[in-house]
């Protein structure tokens, strides 16, 4: 009997953790993305330089037309 | 030694602060550059356009936040605060109109037409709610679906034409202020509900639960939150939202059609990512929503002011929302 009670498994949760909480459709795809930080910086750059290119070729077409 | 590292660290400090609010810094380094070289920028009327403008977004934003903040979305948004406008104007057209959609209605009072919208929307967050919280249906799916449905009730109720002939004392909600021309009826109004609501994200239980079921769905269930009700309320709350927005819409447009406030959800959407409600949930400020909105909106009018081909516009403020989203995606790998 107490062998039988020691052999029982007690499943314990770390009194740290929690359990995870359901990931939306967005964490999802973040954690598929598995992108290193240095290449998100510079797809940021580019999308920055992207953007004032943009605005620059705007007020050219806008001040021709 | 340690001096030099402390300069490093306030260097490093500054840039993080910096990168992650990149697009609010960049936005206002482009206002500031526009009034320099258009003077009349920060005129009384253009600052006017630029509160009122950002109001009506800014109530939208307000509810879409609180499905942000539980990881989820609503894309109908847009279309709910349409058909309030549809509503509202076809309710408060004048006694006379030629093309008044039902001639024999008389002149009901502005806040029963408030409130009958008001409760539109909540029928239609509601339904939201309860079709991802039963059937849990993903919220992008289910408000896809709803933004399509609602798009075609409008449709079908206004017969697809534009709704013209307002009341005056309707449409003079746009024009009338308080002290200042620049505080509007409908800037005061926004004002109102950004302080309720701030009201209740930060004081009630209501707005714990939200922000608990943002952090983790699992552990507030544990904990006693009725996860189900909490987000029925939210989309409910949300949809009432939208109701008043396009009742304000209506007002300020001087009529409405089945394409007012198409797209309003996506602008929302940008604001709130601007002002640092984070799609990955659990985190999300009023004032932060404003600031996001009333950026945006600014981008929006300095570009007018630039003389910018509209059609680039639309490429500028599509880049800009990518922007957004990446840095939020940055944060977030950042924290990992």
């Known amino acids: 009997m107490k062998e039988r009670y020691e052999q029982d498994e007690v499943i314990t949760r770390g009194e740290s953790s929690v359990p995870s909480g359901p990931a939306n459709i967005k964490e999802r795809i973040y954690e598929k993305l598995r992108m290193p930080l240095w290449l998100l910086d510079i797809i940021l750059v580019l999308l920055g330089i992207g953007i004032i290119v943009t605005l620059v070729l705007g007020m050219i077409r806008g001040r021709a037309g | 030694m340690q001096l030099e590292t402390q300069k490093r660290s306030a260097i490093s400090t500054i840039g993080t602060i910096l990168l992650n609010n990149a697009i609010i810094v960049g936005i206002i380094l482009i206002a500031i550059g526009v009034s320099i070289a258009r003077p009349n920028f920060i005129s009384e009327a253009n600052l006017r356009n630029l509160l009122s403008n950002t109001a009506v977004r800014f109530i939208i934003a307000v509810g879409v936040s609180g499905c942000l903040i539980t990881k989820g979305t609503d894309l ?115 004002l109102a509900v950004g302080l309720g609501m701030a009201f209740l994200y930060y004081k009630t239980r209501h707005g714990k639960y939200m922000y608990a079921i943002g952090g983790n769905e699992n552990a507030a269930e544990v904990a006693g939150v009725n996860v189900t009700k909490t987000k029925i309320k939210i989309y409910m709350l949300a949809g009432m939202l939208y109701g008043l927005c396009g009742f304000l819409i209506g007002c300020r447009a001087g009529g409405a059609s089945v394409n007012t406030a198409m797209g309003y959800e996506l602008e929302a959407i940008a604001g709130c990512t601007i002002g640092g409600v984070s799609v990955n949930g659990g985190v999300g400020k009023i004032s932060s929503i404003l600031i996001g909105v009333l950026v945006f909106e600014l981008l929006k009018i300095a570009m007018q002011f630039m003389g910018i081909e509209t059609s680039y516009t639309y490429i500028v403020q599509g880049l800009v929302i990518i922007v957004a989203v990446a840095l939020d995606l940055r944060k977030y790998l950042a924290k990992k």
């Open chain 2, 76 to 190: 109908s948004a847009g279309r709910t605060a349409g058909l309030a406008a549809c509503v509202s104007a076809i309710l408060l057209q004048k006694v006379g109109y030629s093309q008044k959609i039902y001639p024999e209605m008389g002149d009901l009072p502005i806040l029963l037409v408030v409130a009958i919208v008001v409760v539109l929307g909540g029928i239609v967050g509601t339904v939201n709610g309860s079709v991802i919280s039963f059937f849990k249906v993903p919220p992008f799916i289910a408000t896809l679906g709803m933004q399509t449905l609602v798009y075609g009730i409008c449709l079908v109720y206004t017969g697809a034409a534009p709704i013209g002939g307002l009341r005056s004392d309707y449409t003079r909600l746009a024009t009338g202020y308080i002290f200042n021309p620049i505080f509007s009826y409908v800037a005061i109004i926004a």
